[in-house]
T-cell receptor
Framework: DAKTTQPTSMDCAEGRAANLPCNHS???????VYWYRQIHSQGPQYIIH???NNETNEMASLIITEDRKSSTLILPHATLRDTAVYYC???????????FGKGTRLSVIA | GAVVSQHPSWVICKSGTSVKIECRSL??????MFWYRQFPKQSLMLMAT?????????EQGVEKDKFLINHASLTLSTLTVTSAHPEDSSFYIC??????????FGPGTRLTVT
């Protein structure tokens, strides 16, 4: 699987947009970009995923660059409950396991 | 979304004893289940992949005789930590994947071996 690179930590003011970057320069054409988050002492929670096009759901937006070598997860209005470790993962479709990197620890500050 | 449960949510056991952790998919059939382990302040590490009715595939460095995985039905997989030692203390998380191949995670089981 292609590896991803994320900043170790980020801070965001409550109510502002949180933009979490991810580099995946060796991603292959068939690999999707997935985002999960893990709140302390809980199992990972699915956020969003995409292949080429930008995606939006009720939780977040995913912006993928045209060359697919990087992406940004956007939480439009961060709340204190969004404080978590966010993982960017690239993965082939099919029943392959998710391989987690170190992620970004997002702290939302009041 | 699909729901995956784990039982127990936490367990304390004495060194040398065995502990069984259950992972259930509550509202879908899980053809594949994955087991992860997470030590404090670290990321999730994949331990093994199990397909229903087949033997589990273990990641390099994971002892298959110590971490017994059974996936006998489409809704249940179990992980048994045999002869547990303090270094096995960790957060164990399962995930389940069905027809859509999306992975849904359980809430995790915290194991403490004294």
């Amino acid at each position: 699987d292609a590896k991803t690179t994320q900043p170790t930590s980020m801070d965001c003011a409550e109510g502002r947009a949180a933009n979490l970057p991810c580099n995946h320069s060796t991603i292959s054409g068939n690999e999707y970009v997935y985002w999960y988050r893990q709140i302390h002492s809980q199992g990972p929670q699915y956020i969003i995923h995409g292949l080429k096009n930008n995606e939006t759901n009720e939780m977040a937006s995913l912006i993928i660059t045209e060359d697919r070598k990087s992406s940004t997860l956007i939480l439009p209005h961060a709340t204190l409950r969004d404080t978590a470790v966010y993982y960017c993962i690239v993965r082939f479709s099919g029943n392959t396991p998710l391989v987690f990197g170190k992620g970004t620890r997002l702290s939302v500050i009041a | 979304g699909a729901v995956v449960s784990q039982h127990p949510s936490w367990v304390i056991c004495k060194s040398g004893t065995s502990v069984k952790i259950e992972c259930r998919s509550l509202d879908f059939q899980a053809t594949t289940m994955f087991w992860y382990r997470q030590f404090p302040k670290q990321s999730l590490m994949l331990m093994a992949t199990s397909n229903e009715g087949s033997k589990a595939t273990y990641e390099q460095g994971v002892e298959k005789d110590k971490f017994l995985i059974n996936h006998a039905s489409l809704t249940l997989s179990t992980l048994t930590v045999t002869s547990a030692h303090p270094e096995d203390s960790s957060f164990y998380i399962c995930s389940a994947s069905g027809r859509t191949h999306e992975q849904y995670f359980g809430p995790g089981t915290r194991l403490t071996v004294t």
